[in-house]
């Protein structure tokens, strides 16, 4: 341990690394029943109807964000900060629920409403209609869902969090709609067995919540609690729904433009994509309150050598996956079937957008856990808008590909534009010259997987060269040499696990 490292910095950073090791094992069976799941899909519907599908699920996750108000994001920071007040803690968790609820049944009825003017403005599918007025049934369950894993992960508890959304709600979906496939139904059966997931997953997180807590909930709350809750919440909702107009509106153009073949091929591009981000969202499940922690106490110093360490493992090891992607695109969206193809060049720039955002690290995070929600809120609808444009512009000039050049393009802008604002606002900096050891192992592995492409094919392509470009990249950095830091932390993390 150097001399400017203390036990406190080390023991912050296994927190974070073994949140990570237990998401990753999440997200691996994750990503195994979203695969599986969006296989089963895309096969048994075909393009058009999981077209109807995706977009249908497109507009249940905008319409989580004004359901949520955010509540999670809430959760992250306040439950750390309150640590020392049981009620404090209560009371923000029956402000945060209570308000879930609500906000989630509003905006049901709204989408249920005007469901038929939606699809006249979209997809113009009466078929959608029934689709979507059936899906939104899910909101309050995936709402309140979502907000109950983030209790556990705000008490620096991510087992129960993971095992909750990463393995018990994949899974049960999987396995419901997989029943409702077998049994002959087609998309409206299909989204009903999600429906029924939704209310299995809520129930079985109610459960872990009383079983696995000492928390009970309370609106024992005071004026100022109240202030102090919404003036942290809502505008992080107007955040995330700013951050739509960057992150959703692009399918929603789509839809808008093209027909629901485009939309399905666009959503897989854009699902495989988000895979990209495993490594940075493995670190961020307890860097939030890890990092609220440290800021309320001044512990500077710390927090920034946790930043710069998170940062550069997310880095690392997205480089790898984002490369092996990039070279075997169109390998893996053969795989979801032949019309798939279609979305190769959407997945490059998609995949470029990912690394990008990897590269940063939890930089919107140290934005929200410092107190600047005002700004990451005025920073997304500033590229939200500007994505909105762009979108509009580039469809019209080069089809369904220039929705994801402004997307990608706007994902890419606004992570780069907060590590400016973090190093302007609070001082902190995440990068040194430890960064070039990735980029050399992958400027030897990228030769390596692309080399392979003229003697193998399909998936034995993919496997092989994957298996071989990542061996390749590993064993680079290890000849570079791991850093002493590295080394320690890995160890503790791994140790914390058993």
């Known amino acids: 341990m150097s001399d400017d490292e203390s036990p406190d910095d080390l023991t912050d950073i296994s927190s974070i690394g073994s949140g990570a090791v237990v998401f990753v094992i999440g997200f691996v069976f994750q990503t195994v029943a979203g695969f599986l799941l969006n296989l089963l899909l895309t096969r048994g519907l075909g393009a058009a109807m999981y077209g109807t599908y995706s977009y249908a699920r497109t507009l249940l996750a905008i319409a989580k964000v004004f359901a949520e108000i955010g509540a999670s994001e809430s959760i992250l920071r306040f439950l750390p900060e309150y640590e020392a007040s049981t009620s404090k803690q209560n009371n923000t968790l029956g402000l945060a629920l209570l308000t879930t609820t609500v906000g989630s049944l509003i905006v049901v009825v709204c989408v249920y409403y005007f469901a038929h003017d939606i699809n006249r403005f979209t997809l113009n599918n009466e078929q959608f209609v029934a689709t979507l007025r059936l899906f939104i049934l899910s909101l309050p369950f995936m709402a309140l869902l979502i907000v109950v894993a983030n209790i556990f992960r705000g008490i620096e508890k991510p087992v129960y969090q993971i095992g909750l959304q990463k393995i018990f709600y994949p899974l049960i979906r999987l396995m419901v709609v997989g029943v409702a496939l077998f049994l002959g139904y087609s998309l409206f059966g299909v989204v009903a067995a999600f429906v029924i997931a939704s209310v299995l ?24 609690d109240v202030y102090e809750y919404y003036d942290y919440s809502i505008p992080l909702m107007f955040t995330a729904a700013g951050s739509l107009l960057y992150s959703r509106v692009d399918v929603l153009m789509v839809g808008y433009f093209f027909t629901d073949v485009e939309v399905g091929v666009y959503s897989i591009a854009i699902l495989i994509s988000t895979f990209m981000g495993l490594p940075l969202s493995a670190l961020n499940q307890i860097f939030p309150p890890v990092a609220s922690r440290l800021h309320n106490n001044e512990n500077r110093g710390e927090l920034n050598a946790i930043f710069a360490t998170t940062t550069r493992w997310a880095f690392t090891f997205s480089l790898i996956f984002a490369l092996a992607a990039i070279i ?110 990735p980029v050399v192992a992958g400027i030897f592995a990228a030769p390596t997987m692309l080399g392979l492409t003229s003697v193998l094919e399909g998936l034995t392509l993919l496997f092989v060269g994957g298996f071989v470009g990542a061996a390749v990249f590993f064993a680079v950095l290890y000849l570079l040499g791991l850093e002493d830091r590295d080394r320690e932390l890995l160890r503790r993390g791994i140790t914390s696990l058993r």
Do not use: C
């Open 201 to 224: 997953g809520l129930f079985f997180g109610g459960y872990l919540l009383a079983t696995r807590t000492n928390f009970k909930p309370s609106l024992s709350v005071g004026r100022k």
């Open 328 to 437: 075997y695109r169109v390998e893996i969206l053969r795989i979801f079937g032949e019309d798939f193809i279609l979305g190769t060049t959407v997945l490059f720039l998609f995949i470029v957008a990912q690394a990008i955002r990897n590269a940063v690290g939890p930089s919107g995070y140290m934005l929200m856990m410092t107190g600047h929600q005002y700004l990451v809120m005025v920073n997304r609808w500033t590229l939200g808008i500007l994505n909105v444009v762009l979108n509009y512009v580039l469809i019209l000039e080069v089809g369904f590909i220039g929705a994801a050049l402004g997307s990608a393009g706007a994902l890419a802008v606004v992570n780069l534009l907060r590590v400016v604002e973090i190093y302007y606002l609070e001082g902190y900096f995440p990068y040194t010259r430890q960064y070039l050891k």
